[in-house]
């Protein structure tokens, strides 16, 4: 597994070494300004839009970008920062007027109020985006883990954005048939990407009988009592080589997640049943029981 701080770095010098033209943000509302930001590349070693937003007095509405650097059209770093200038109503304009009226006595006192009220402001907008933090495909990258965390789920760090966001949308719809098949069978299509085999109410071995048609190390597994209508097997149609082991303790952990409590699973693969060595490992004797090393 990559270590995430250096795919963070690796990212970032990406991000250095790539040239993007600004575009003209002057007349649009702060939140558009932002999200054309992001769709025109430029973004910080988290993905995010780099913005740096200062509050001025102008003859605009409120939050309305008034000025930009660099200006439109000039091509800059893709992780240069983008400054703007935002209009907005001081909250000066609540003060009494001796320290309402601008001017250089009182400039120090408004800028002090600037870095509350975009504080505050900053505050209201993540509120008044919660509704839009609880969905899959509108929050924030930054979210999707937590957003797993409300719903018991998984997301694996090596996964894309997208796949986050689609594992997150269609997870819960299957809640309403979780513990069935085929709620099983559609998250393991989602997670490996072709269609896995699930067999209920089988077991891949047979009992352990001795004197009637077993043959000791060859066809025989001594198990606890099964009851068949509680076991299933979920094959796949490839063999265990086409995975890692990260990957095979994480298809279990998707089983594992989904199955009924009271159930028992086994996962096979693809030419994963060839016997490979024949010989006994246990010998009966007349007088004697042996195991061979």
């Given at each position: ?13 990406e991000?250095?070494g790539?040239k993007?033209i600004v575009?003209?943000?002057t007349g649009?509302?702060l939140?558009?300004?932002q ?6 590349g430029?973004a910080?070693?988290?993905?995010q ?13 409120d939050?309305?970008v008034v000025a930009q650097?660099p ?5 800059v770093d893709g992780?240069?920062p983008?400054?703007?200038?935002v ?5 000066s304009r609540?003060l009494p ?6 001017n250089e006595?009182n ?8 870095m509350?009220?975009q504080i505050?402001?900053k ?8 509704p839009?933090?609880?969905?899959p495909?509108e929050t924030?990258?930054q979210y999707?883990?937590?957003?797993g965390?409300?719903?018991a ?9 997208a ?10 719809a299957l ?9 099983l069978?559609?998250?393991l ?7 896995a085999e699930?067999?209920?109410n089988v077991?891949p071995?047979?009992?352990f009988?001795v ?6 190390g060859v ?8 009851n068949?209508a509680h076991?299933?097997v ?14 095979i303790?994480r298809?279990h ?11 028992l699973?086994?996962?096979?693969f ?11 490992f ?5 007088d004697a029981?042996?195991?061979?090393s």
């Open positions: 597994m990559v270590d995430s701080g250096n795919m963070r770095s690796a990212r970032q010098a991000r250095r790539r993007v575009p003209e943000l649009m509302r939140r558009d300004a999200i054309v930001i992001a769709q025109a430029f910080n070693a988290d993905g839009p780099n913005v740096q937003v200062r509050y001025v007095e102008a003859y605009a509405e939050f309305q650097s200006i439109r059209g000039q091509l992780a240069a983008i400054a703007l200038q209009a907005r109503k001081s909250w609540f007027q001796l320290y309402s009226v601008a006595e400039a120090l006192l408004q800028q002090f109020l600037w509350f009220q505050h402001d505050t209201s907008e993540t509120i008044d985006r919660v839009a933090l609880l969905r495909l924030d990258a999707l883990p937590w957003l965390s409300w719903l789920l998984h997301l694996e760090t090596d996964w894309t954005e796949q986050k966001r689609q594992w997150l949308r269609v997870a819960p809640y309403s048939q979780r513990g069935t098949k085929h709620a069978a559609t998250l299509r989602m997670y490996l990407g072709f269609d699930i067999r209920e077991w071995f047979e009992p009988r004197g009637v048609a077993s043959e000791i066809s025989s597994t001594i198990l606890p009592p099964l068949l076991c299933f979920v094959h796949l149609p490839v063999p265990d080589s086409h995975f890692s082991n990260e990957q303790v298809i952990r998707v089983i594992l997640a989904e199955k009924p409590a009271h159930t699973y086994y996962l096979t693809a030419h994963a049943d060839t016997v490979e060595d024949g010989s006994p246990l010998t009966i004797g007349d029981l042996s195991a061979d």
